[in-house]
């Protein structure tokens, strides 16, 4: 890919616990150039989020990266000291959650909160910050931004919480934005809004964006690319079209099952995969995914397959598929 912006490679995450060490990323590999939208999907506990936070050196406590490569505008983000990170995050990269309660600082006002990156990173003076967060205010559809800088968090409503988180995470015009679900605690109608609003601004200021979501109507609305997550590891990525229209991997077309469509909203909202995702103690042996698999060969509980390039954009790592099948 040209003007590859991230790139993560075989990246590995450990958890200790009482009972040992549990492998939680199991060599995920993605990429993003500039000015891209890939969406991230896969079932609750595929490892979406600690993609995330490993990749922005938040993992909790207990986790570890023990392996590969995150490579950010050129520089190894793994190698980079906590001073080196305080640089990156907040400025190059910065996180969009899914409740902003918890990112926003309950006792600090909307303003300071919008200021505060711009006069570490950007160095501007309290005056321009101000100036700067009114406009951000106004570009994320909050009416009255005057009024607004003023208040906390708690005196708005969550959507408005929401576009706030949306300016602070601009604030100092990253390159990459990760929204991890930005819109699975907001109402239906408020969701869309705030899908247009990141999809705008993705496109004005030449974003790099990786939206996190179990929606597949999120990717569809956003994204030109996404990777499918199970157990730790990237199983399929594709275009977004092809994802759609010529979905490779088992997994994918039980996810796309099990997605509600227009068309008959009670048949598909019927769960296409039988079986749960296993616990990461538990990850079954060759491809996580055979136990729930409906095309297992006698190899697939043996080896674990890897992501093997098909037509253009497509890759996938199944052994039923490809060169392979
Ligand atoms: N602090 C932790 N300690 C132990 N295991 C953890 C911890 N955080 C996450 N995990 C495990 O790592 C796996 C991946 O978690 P992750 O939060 O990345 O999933 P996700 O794909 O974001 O899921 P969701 O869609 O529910 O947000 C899960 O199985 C989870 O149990
Ligand atoms: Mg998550």
């Known amino acids: 890919m040209t003007d590859t912006l991230l790139s ?17 990323l199991r060599g995920v590999d993605l990429s993003i150039a500039r000015g891209e939208c890939l969406g991230l999907v896969g079932e609750s506990g595929s490892g979406k989020s600690l993609t995330a936070l490993a990749t922005m050196g938040l993992l909790p406590e207990a986790g570890q990266v023990v392996g590969g490569e995150v490579s950010f505008d050129g520089r190894n983000l793994l190698q980079l000291d906590r001073r080196g990170l305080d640089g990156i995050r907040g400025k190059d990269i910065a996180m969009i959650f899914q409740e902003p309660m918890t990112a926003l600082n309950p006792v600090m006002t909307v303003g300071r909160q919008i200021t505060a990156p711009i006069i570490r990173h950007l160095k501007l003076s309290e005056a321009a910050a101000r100036s700067r967060a009114l406009d951000l205010l106004a570009r994320v559809g909050i009416p009255d931004p005057v009024a ?8 708005l409503s969550g959507g ?28 239906v109608t408020i969701q869309a809004q705030v899908l247009e609003l990141l999809r705008g601004l993705q496109e004005e200021m030449k974003l790099a964006v990786i939206i996190i979501t179990h929606d597949f109507g999120v990717i569809a609305e956003l994204a030109q690319r996404v990777c499918v997550m199970y157990c730790g590891k990237v199983v399929e990525e594709a275009e977004v079209v092809d994802l759609f229209d010529r979905t490779m991997h088992p997994y994918s077309m039980g996810l796309l099952g099990s997605t509600p469509s227009l068309e008959s909203p009670l048949v598909r909202r019927l769960p296409a995969i039988g079986g749960a995702v296993p616990h990461i103690s538990e990850t079954p042996p060759g491809c996580a995914f055979n136990p729930r698999c409906g095309e297992r060969l006698v190899v697939c509980d043996k080896q674990i397959p890897v992501l093997e390039s098909i037509g253009r954009s497509q890759r996938v790592a199944c052994w039923a598929r490809g060169d392979h099948g």
């Open 8 to 24: 993560i490679r075989n990246l590995q995450v450990e958890f200790r616990s009482s009972k040992g060490t549990v492998s939680a």
């Open 160 to 187: 408005m919480r929401q576009r706030v988180m949306i300016a602070m995470a601009l604030s100092c015009e990253p390159k990459l934005v990760i929204a991890d679900e930005p819109t699975t605690a907001l109402d």
């Open 148 to 155: 607004r800088f003023k208040a906390y968090p708690h005196e």
